[in-house]
């Protein structure tokens, strides 16, 4: 029985063959992939100038590229991208960004990043009330690390600032279990009565965890952190 089924199967098969079908159905096939690749750009930058547009209308949040597209078949890749709140100091800059994505899930249209490529990213948050360019999300708070280090008494003590600055990193880079290749990372706060700059030369984190060196400058006084943990 099951010969005879299988039988019958490969004889529809050559049928369909012999009709020019397959033939027509492999040419159509082999037209639309030339046609995705030809396209691809142009899709993901419509996709990404409407989900703009929606941030901006929901957070007054202006955000631009210079470019935008498809690397390969699932690298996505952003040019001089750049953030700015309306009649705020910009939040954050990236000259180039890269995200290679899960294919299945690319397919199936959901974003799970599986490793990220950041070249001179640059966070800018400002602290006072009537000028802070973060209160759309943070609601007017002071950052932690301001809390933890400038209104702490043991500002002297590496092991706060330590843990402080690696909240910090944690927080920007544990979003997501992929792995983070960073180029110059600079993050920057400011308010009234604190200012700090962190930079970090080199960072490559993945499931096992990172280990930098940060260099710090705070109020004036410079000094390095050396840092290691986990992402997740």
């Known amino acids: 029985m099951p010969s005879f089924i299988t039988m019958t199967i490969n004889s529809k098969i050559e049928k369909i063959r012999e009709s020019g079908y397959f033939r027509y159905l492999l040419y159509t096939l082999t037209v639309l992939v030339i046609v995705f690749f030809l396209v691809r750009n142009s899709i993901v930058k419509f996709i990404f100038d409407n989900k703009c547009t929606s941030i901006k209308n929901r957070y007054g949040l ?6 935008v597209g498809v690397s390969g078949i699932r690298t996505l890749y952003v040019k001089s991208l750049t953030a700015k709140p309306e009649n705020r100091d910009t939040l954050f800059r990236i000259s180039r960004m890269e995200v290679k994505l899960n294919f299945i899930d690319l397919i199936l ?3 799970n990043p599986l490793e990220i490529w950041l070249d001179k990213p640059f966070l800018s948050l400002v602290g006072d009330k009537y000028s802070s360019n973060y209160s759309f999300i943070a609601s007017n708070k002071k950052l932690d690390l301001h809390h933890e280090i400038a209104s702490s008494g043991e500002t002297n003590k590496p092991s706060y600032q330590q843990k402080a600055i690696y909240r910090t990193l944690k927080a920007v880079f544990g979003l997501t279990t992929a792995k983070y290749h960073v180029n110059q990372f600079l993050f920057s706060y400011s308010d009234s009565a604190y200012s700090t700059q962190i930079l970090i030369p080199k960072f490559e984190s993945s499931t096992k965890g990172f280990e930098t060196q940060v260099e710090v ?16």
């Open 62 to 67: 202006t955000i631009n590229a210079e470019k």
């Open 109 to 111: 249209l959901k974003i």
């Open 217 to 232: 400058h705070e109020n004036g006084e410079n000094y390095f952190i050396n840092l290691n943990g986990l992402t997740d």
